[in-house]
């Protein structure tokens, strides 16, 4: 059985492949959000400037974020490469890492006045980095021996070289290491003190926001803006780099403004969008109505630059990173007496976005009747018309008769219907833990209404797709990365992550199939 795959441009390899890495950072970081969060309610209670000081509880903050903090990211990552032997390594390898960058401070510290020494460098980047190099190394060494051991002695050289490899990479982390780690927080530091003193943090929305609607923000929030906004949240008690990205208002703002002065299904589908974003911290769910006209990124990133410019002026913080970016999680991180700041950012940020959303989406309002009038849908034609101006497939299935692909978000061809029979569905996104749960959830509500009991319906991240995915449905900005992943199965791609047509039609292909096979 063989499937065709889909020819990519450069454009779009590129933009797979920083998604991808994105992804990597995502991965290593996010399952340990509940760790940040538990960091950020022991900042927020017993240092100094907390809400109940406590001297001897407040102990716990820096080791929490020193050790901790990093090694449950250098175990992640190792463990996504190579399960839980990278994981040690990986772990082993940070360590060294963490104790260098220490050494490499308190010898630049001894040449320092004391009111001008340097602070702890705390090893998130370079967790990032250990972690994959410790890992494919490893799993690369045990490729060398694995089946040449004698019997009986297979768990000493597991040990002793996962032992022995860990040693090696820690020195590893000590000295190179640290000392790159060191000097590229020392850049960034810098860049970001530099657009702060001059005020010109408010441009990074020019990069956020486009970067956010093409799923590229997680190499820009994970891999940047989450390990300086700790670093600086563990000197200062909070950051407003934890703000930059996670902000809600200007999605929010985009998705009111369709709700008001947008067309068809994009209009229907507004308000419900709105709610979960805003609420729900599922921001993924605006992408596809900023990309139906690209022109309106152009409001996001003024909604953007105003909500940081507003908590420039303000003193708007965050204790530590909100994940997901609801308004809910936001207010739960928020510093001590920055609540004004922090939700005046995001009203005005909100309101921003919507003014300019709505003078676009007036203007070109003829035209977008008139190519409703044609197509009867005008949210899919205009996502049709964004694909082709991006030049790349916009599929919605293939199929698994030579990859036979149908349509933009396109229909399941009746010939491929009973040729595979489906029994795992997999919603997947990038990170595994928001759009996909949401898209799953609903698509599990529609095939147990349709009688349909043993199909299960699961989300994950692209990452972690496997060979046993009968379909796999994604947004249609991945696909092409799951595609790659999981090759033999049937893949859809949908653009709304509420309540896509493509569901239905994933629906009435598993209840063709039981009726077939009744």
Request: include cysteine; hydrophobic fraction near 50%.
């Given at each position: 059985m063989t499937t065709a795959s889909v020819p990519a441009s450069g454009t779009s390899k590129a933009r797979v492949g920083v998604q991808r890495f994105g992804t990597f950072l995502s991965g290593m970081i996010m399952p340990n959000i509940p760790a940040l969060i538990a960091w950020g309610i022991f900042t927020a209670f017993f240092i100094g400037v907390g809400w109940t000081p406590?001297?001897?509880l407040a102990t716990i903050v820096g080791p929490f974020i020193h050790?901790?903090?990093?090694?449950?990211?250098?175990?992640?990552?190792?463990?996504?490469?190579y399960g839980i032997r990278g994981g040690v390594v990986a772990s082993i390898a940070t360590m060294g890492?963490?104790?260098?960058?220490?050494?490499?401070?308190?010898?630049?510290?001894?040449d320092l006045p004391a009111d001008n020494q340097l602070g702890q460098v705390h090893m998130f980047i370079g967790a990032m980095i250990m972690a994959p190099i410790a890992a494919y190394s490893m799993k690369w060494l045990d490729s060398l021996w694995e089946g040449k051991i004698k019997a009986g002695?297979?768990?000493?050289?597991?040990?002793?070289?996962?032992?022995?490899?860990?040693?090696?990479m820690a020195i590893v982390g000590f000295y190179p290491i640290a000392w790159l780690v060191n000097g590229i927080m020392q850049v960034l530091s810098n860049a970001v003190n530099w657009l702060v003193d001059y005020n010109l943090l408010p441009l990074t929305s020019i990069i956020i926001e486009p970067a956010k609607v093409f799923f590229l923000n997680n190499a820009i929030n994970h891999g940047v803006l989450t390990p300086l906004g700790v670093s600086e949240a563990a000197d200062t008690g909070s950051s407003i780099l934890?703000?930059?990205?996670?902000?809600?208002?200007?999605?929010?703002?985009?998705?009111?403004?369709?709700?008001f002065f947008g067309l068809g299904a994009a209009r229907a589908s507004a308000p419900g969008a709105a709610v979960i974003q805003f609420f729900g911290g599922i921001h993924e769910v605006y992408f596809p109505y900023a990309l139906m006209k690209p022109i309106l990124i152009l409001a996001l990133i003024g909604g953007g630059m105003t909500g940081v410019t507003t908590n420039m002026l303000l003193g708007g913080a965050l204790r530590a990173p909100a994940a997901p970016g609801s308004i809910i999680a936001v207010l739960a991180q928020t510093a001590q007496g920055a609540y004004f700041a922090v939700i005046l950012s995001v009203v005005l940020s909100a309101a921003v976005t919507f003014l300019i959303a709505a003078l676009i989406l007036r203007a070109s309002r003829k035209r977008d009747l008139a190519a409703m009038a044609a197509t009867d849908d005008a949210f899919g034609a205009a996502i049709t018309q964004t694909e082709a101006a991006k030049g790349k497939s916009s599929d919605a299935?293939?199929?698994?008769?030579?990859?036979?692909?149908?349509?933009?978000?396109?229909?399941?061809?009746?010939?491929?219907?009973?040729?595979?029979?489906?029994?795992?569905?997999?919603?997947?996104?990038?990170?595994?833990?928001?759009?996909?749960?949401?898209?799953?959830?609903?698509?599990?509500?529609?095939?147990?209404?349709?009688?349909?009991?043993?199909?299960?319906?699961?989300n994950k991240a692209i990452a972690n797709l496997d060979a046993s995915a009968d379909l796999v449905i994604t947004q249609n900005q991945l696909t092409e990365r799951a595609r790659q992943k999981t090759p033999g199965a049937v893949h859809v791609s949908v653009d709304n992550f509420m309540n896509s047509p493509r569901y239905d039609e994933v629906v009435d292909l598993v209840r063709a199939q039981h009726e077939d096979g009744a």
């Open positions: 406590n001297a001897d050790y901790l903090l990093p090694l449950l990211i250098a175990y992640t990552g190792g463990s996504i490469i890492a963490i104790a260098g960058s220490d050494l490499l401070i308190a010898q630049i510290n001894a002695f297979e768990m000493l050289v597991n040990m002793f070289s996962a032992g022995i490899w860990g040693f090696v934890f703000l930059l990205e996670a902000n809600p208002g200007p999605g929010v703002g985009l998705l009111l403004a369709f709700t299935l293939t199929g698994l008769r030579g990859g036979a692909a149908t349509g933009v978000e396109g229909g399941i061809e009746p010939a491929t219907m009973t040729e595979r029979e489906i029994k795992s569905i997999v919603f997947a996104c990038d990170a595994g833990m928001g759009s996909s749960a949401m898209g799953a959830s609903v698509l599990r509500n529609k095939i147990k209404k349709a009688g349909i009991e043993d199909v299960t319906v699961v």
